[in-house]
């Protein structure tokens, strides 16, 4: 019920909020624009400035939401929701195999409750297509190396690679890498991990479903693969401040961050599992004897553990990037543990806490971050009459002008429009208002305001 009741009231709150300053709405922007503009191959940042950041699944998937049920918050956020239904369905199935009906249960509760994932899965970002790769990925390759399965499990894991490949590029190769091998080298079976794998036809798979992407992506705009590569790839994580971004600014973080990003993340569950590591994982004898291989918990361990290991050392990172290894802490702890009152009351603490924050969300109590308030009721407007934005345009006026709003930033602009007699809205922030005003009053009349910004209707 608990479980239900998570993911409901996560369903429920899609459509309740605005999309948010600068990640959510700059994907449902380029969302926005690949369905306007019928380009399916590169994302675009803005018209006809290609985006490199990201590879283009969550870009997709955002676009068929639009194309199915209109351009809404609802439909830019429900396939991402879909992607952490299809997460839990893989570990609920994945410990069933390991254990029984009740401890698969407890795995999708633990999942569910942590906070970084119940409120992810709702998200429109890369993250809960990543996680959804990642532990697909890491499922078949356990069933291709224990049970010998090279035909289907082997080519399946090869497959969740190159699905990674166009959610996130090559770091998610190299989480899913970094998994395999600290666990194979740790129990002693490196070797016999490598050959469990069918490598020629898996390889083969693996350029199939990624290679047209990626060299139609170049061939349609020069450049992508140096950015994507060099840039998002080494030079984001290496560089502290890197400044070569293209689309933001670098979240300069201590080296280390990550693991508290996890602690706070990942919780109440972590400090489960941290509770876990000081017993040294001792399994009882109830889930010891159902366990298929002596390994899994270390393969767990490795698989939880990767994404901290990968950004340790990063200079850029955001807490959302411990999600991948939410799926082995949700089968860890529930293999090592019991479906208790304990348990129910830390998953009801999550369930309350992500109601507290829907409620205050759907109150517009936390709406500085976006433009809703101040377009979403003239946004059919801005599609007869100009709308400017002084000196700084937010990707959420983007999306709700449906990009009908333009980046005003000379003084010679602004004083020639004023002098025109057309017709225009301006959106500007109070205090250059404030600063603008005897140039604007003559003509500009308030017509919303917002906490960030006035709304101008000028004649």
Known sequence: MLILLLLASRLVSLGLFPLYDTTEARYAEMARLMVE???????????????????????????????????????????????????????????????????????????????????????????SALLMAYTLAMVSYWQCYSLKDKVVSGHVFFAALALGMLIKGPVAVVLIGISLVVWSIWQGCFKEAVRRLPWFTGIVLFMVLTVPWYAWAEIRTPGFLEY????????????SGWQGDLYGTAHVKPRGMIWLYWLVCASPWSFIALRLLVKKYRNTEYIAHQLQHQGINKYLVCWMISPLLLFTFAGNILPIYVLPGFSALAILVALNSRLTKVSNYLAFMSLMLITTIIVILSLGIMNKKSEAELLNVNKDVFQKTALYYWRHRPFSAQFYSKGHAQLLQANSKLKGLLHS??????????????????????????????????LLKCH
């Open 228 to 239: 994507f590569i060099l840039g998002e790839h080494i030079q984001r994580f290496l560089v």
């Open 37 to 127: 503009t019928k380009n399916w191959i590169t994302p675009q940042f803005d018209y006809g400035v290609p985006f490199w950041g990201k590879p283009p699944f969550q870009t997709w998937i955002s676009a068929l939401g639009f194309s199915w049920f209109g351009i809404s918050e609802f439909s830019a956020r429900i396939p991402h929701f879909i992607c952490g239904l299809m997460t839990c369905y893989l570990v609920m199935r994945f410990t069933r195999t390991l254990a029984n009906k009740y401890t698969a249960l407890l795995s999708v509760l633990i999942l569910t409750s942590s906070l970084g994932f119940i409120i992810a899965i709702g998200m429109v970002m890369t993250d």
């Open 421 to 454: 007699g057309n017709p225009f809205y301006v959106a500007i922030e109070h205090s250059e208002f404030v600063r603008l005003r005897r140039h604007l009053q003559p003509v500009c009349v308030p017509s919303r305001q917002s906490i960030n910004r006035l």
